[in-house]
């Protein structure tokens, strides 16, 4: 069975799933726990996402450091996988829309997150 099966949207919920709990067990181990934190759902507060995700981010920095890693390169990477990932989710949506099976398919969708990731990566982020 692949994550695939269920096509592309479902891939990057997933997806989404497993970075939940890899920051769920980040959270179990510095003590950002509980509801404030965790819904048992795949919706964060953006104020916990951005502070346990950020905690995590800037470890994984360490880490990559002391492996001789520039951690830019760690950033570049994920903003490629992500990148792809969202396209691959678009082109479903269009070959739906093609088909005749999709009536959701905007410009909205597939900008979703993408300029401020292109703007981060080209220093402009605030």
């Known amino acids: 069975m692949s994550i695939y099966d269920d096509g592309a949207a479902e891939a ?9 709990n890899a920051l769920e067990a980040f959270g179990q181990e510095t ?10 759902t795949l919706t964060m507060t953006e104020d916990a996402l951005r ?4 905690d995590l981010l800037a470890n994984i920095f360490h880490l990559a450091r002391l492996n001789g890693v520039d951690p830019a390169l760690l950033v570049a990477s994920g903003a490629m996988h992500f990148t792809e990932e969202v396209e691959e989710e678009w082109a479903e949506l269009e070959q739906d829309a093609i088909d005749g099976a999709a009536n959701e398919l905007t410009e909205d969708f597939r900008s979703r997150g993408l300029p401020q990731l292109e703007a981060f990566l080209k220093g402009e982020a605030k």
């Open 31 to 40: 003590g950002q726990k509980g509801d404030e934190y965790f819904t048992g």
């Open 51 to 54: 502070e346990v995700a950020g």
């Open 12 to 20: 990057n919920k997933a997806r989404a799933h497993w970075a939940l």
